[in-house]
C-alpha cells in the first residue's frame, strides 16, 4: 500500500510541475516592443481631429501558447486614459479562428481575419490613437482572450461590454501587452 501511495505521488508530482512549466499564453508584436511606444504609422489618420496624424496603420500582431480547448480568441485594444480618463476603445473584435496565430500589419485596420464588434468610434475595424496634443503620454492596452466558443457563435457590432458579457464562462484565459502612443505637439 506505501509503495501505491509513494507512486502515486510520485506522477502527482511529475504532472504537477510539468504543468507548471507550461510555456505561457503570449501576444507580441514585431512593430512595437511592449511598454515602449506605437510606430507613428499605428496612429490615426488625420482628418477633423488635429490630434491625429498617422496612417491608421494595424501592428502586426502575433501570440503562442493558447491553451488547450481554444476554440476562437477575441481581441479588445483600449485607451484607458482616453476622453479624460472614461477610456476609449480603438477595437472589439471576436471569432478570430483557433487556427490563427497572427494578424497582419493592416489586418485590423481593414476589418480582416475577425468578427468586427463596435468601438468607442462606431466601426468595426480599427482606430488609431489620437490622444490630445498635450505632453501626456497615453497608454494602449492589447488584450487577447482565448475562448471555447467557436469563431462563428457571436454576432457582429458587440459593444466591448457586450462582448466581455458573452464571454462569461467561456474564457481560458488571456495574453496581453502595452504600448504608448503621444501626439505630435504643433509648433
Known sequence: MNKLLSSLCLIAASVGSAAAFAAPFTLSSPDFTAGKLLPSAAGGKPGNDPACHGQNISPLLEWQNAPANTKSYALIIQDPQGKNGLGVTHLV?????????????????NGKGFVGG????GTEAYVGP??????DLHYYTFTLIATDLAPTALPAGLLREELLHRLEGHALAAAGTVAGYQAQIPH
Not at 473584435?93 to 485590423?108: M, S
Not at 489620437?130 to 505632453?135: E, I
Open 93 to 109: 473584435a471576436y471569432g478570430i479562428p483557433a487556427t490563427t496565430q497572427r494578424l497582419e500589419r493592416t489586418a485590423l485596420s
Open 118 to 121: 463596435l468601438n468607442s468610434k
Open 130 to 135: 489620437c490622444p490630445p496634443p498635450t505632453l
